[in-house]
């Protein structure tokens, strides 16, 4: 790492990303989908595929199995990517003010909470050439299973990227409303 921070060898981050996957999934999600509730996550296991498998260079096949363990195999219905180059996400990084999120002015992510600087996240102090792997990797699981998953050109104006999530989310709805399984 760039900033001086020990790094997280790759196998102990799959490990650690997965055991909090399994506690959500017990704790949260399959409470919540067995009260025929709706989830909506920022982040779930294809996540673990493209920064921990493409990024890391993992063994995908490993990580695979690792997923399942901690999923119980739950998958999304819906996989929202919001994509936009390596160059043009990374450029927003730098450019972007505090988000607003808890009433005070300010957003307080993992690292903040446990008390480490707060301009400090260690994928995104990644090289170039780790985001683009990554991005081809989401761009594949996308291609992969294009029945689950929605790519969405998020170098659009904010307002169109809105409706397009909107607008695949509602499709989803309408269609799990009707299916005989729902």
Known sequence: MRRGWTPIEPRAEALLFSACRAQLVSEVIRPALDRGGIVVADRFADSTLAYQGAGRGLPVAELQSLIDIATGGLKPDLTLLLDV???????????????????????????????????????????????????????????????????IDASQLPDRVRDAVWQAAQRTLAAWASSPFS
């Open 85 to 151: 180059p390596s160059e043009v996400g990374l450029a927003r990084l730098q450019t972007q003010g505090p988000v607003l999120s808890d009433g005070k002015g300010s957003q307080l992510g993992f690292f903040e909470e446990v008390g480490m600087r707060e301009d400090w996240n260690r994928f995104e102090d990644e090289e170039l050439t780790s985001h683009q792997r990554v991005r081809d990797a989401y761009l594949r699981l996308a291609a992969e299973e294009p029945d689950r998953w929605r790519v």
